[in-house]
């Protein structure tokens, strides 16, 4: 299976506690992105990034949120002082920047993350 | 600002019988227009997408929507239903022109299909 993936898929963490989550794209995608998900609702932007640069920022992403996507390939997504706020799945999702597919984006799985 | 409506939290149809899920959506440019589906704790599936050209659009397991300009809207539809087209369904625009490479989605309709 060549496509996104994302770990871990389910973590639950302490009040306070950092937590980090991994995604590699699709292979030859240069664009990643992270969103957000809570029951009942439909993804929210988190951020982008283009090969290592990431070029947006929503401002849910708050100072305890901390993407990074060091060589352009996978990304990691760090939550410090996790709150129960935080818990929600948080989606991984990547595209490539030309060709038929330049405007799609494809998702992982998810990692769902329960802060108790 | 770009943003989705999807005026239906849930989509009640019987196997067999048409559906169609609703989306509305505003952008400052032009934009474009695309349809998820989520299974139960799972990512979200790529379905179909409108970029430019025909205003009908075709996509996976049988799905269609048809991108009508005038009343902004992008509705999916689907001409026999299944069971298994039980799910939740996300509709999403980009604002190809003042939006950068942000893609929003709306807050999904959930869909079921009874035998």
């Known amino acids: 299976d060549t496509g996104v993936s994302q770990d871990p898929r389910h973590k639950i963490t302490k009040r306070g506690q950092n937590v980090t989550f991994r995604c590699d794209p699709i292979s030859e995608h240069n664009r990643l992105y992270w969103y957000r998900q809570t029951l009942g609702q439909g993804p929210e932007f988190l951020t982008y990034f283009q090969n290592e640069a990431q070029l947006e920022k929503s401002r849910l992403l708050s100072d305890r949120f901390s993407a990074e996507r060091p060589k352009g390939s996978f990304s990691t997504l760090e939550i410090q002082r996790t709150e129960q706020g935080d818990s929600a799945m948080y989606l991984c999702?990547?595209?490539?920047?030309?060709?038929?597919?330049?405007?799609?984006?494809?998702f992982g799985e998810g990692s769902w993350l329960t802060v108790v | 600002a770009q943003s989705v409506a999807q005026p239906e939290d849930q989509v009640n149809v019987a196997e067999g019988n048409p559906l169609t899920v609703k989306c509305t959506y505003s952008v400052s440019g032009n934009p474009y227009l695309f349809w998820y589906v989520q299974y139960p704790n799972r990512g979200l599936q790529f379905l179909l997408k409108?970029?430019?050209?025909?205003?009908l659009v075709k996509g996976s397991y049988g799905f269609e929507a048809e991108f009508n300009k005038s009343q902004t809207s992008f509705h999916l539809k689907k001409p026999s239903a299944l069971v298994s087209d039980s799910a939740l369904y996300f509709c999403?625009?980009?604002?190809?022109?003042?939006?950068?490479?942000?893609?929003?989605f709306g807050a999904g309709t959930r869909l079921f299909v009874k035998a």
């Open positions: 409108y970029i430019t050209g025909d205003n």
């Open positions: 999403a625009v980009r604002d190809i022109d003042t939006g950068g490479f942000k893609t929003i």
């Open positions: 999702a990547s595209s490539p920047s030309t060709g038929i597919d330049g405007n799609t984006i494809y």
